[in-house]
């Protein structure tokens, strides 16, 4: 269960961006998604591999 303390007068809407934050960083909606349609595990591997790249290539622009 996610819990998210509020100080006194602190806004509601600050309140409600900290919680789908903590929400976002468990992974749940990920998860989920992954659940509705089946993928072989060479599909998996292939997307870890093409994302591997992207990043890769991102990190060698920057320097």
């Not at 819990?3 to 989920?32: C, D, H, S, Y």
């Amino acid at each position: 269960m996610i819990v998210v303390p509020i100080k006194e007068g602190e806004n509601i809407e600050r309140a409600l961006k900290k919680f789908k934050r903590k929400f976002e960083k468990t992974g749940i909606v990920k998860q989920l998604r992954a659940r509705q349609a089946f993928k072989k595990p060479s599909e998996r591997k292939r997307d870890v591999v093409k994302r591997a790249i992207y990043v890769q290539k991102l990190q060698q622009a920057e320097k």
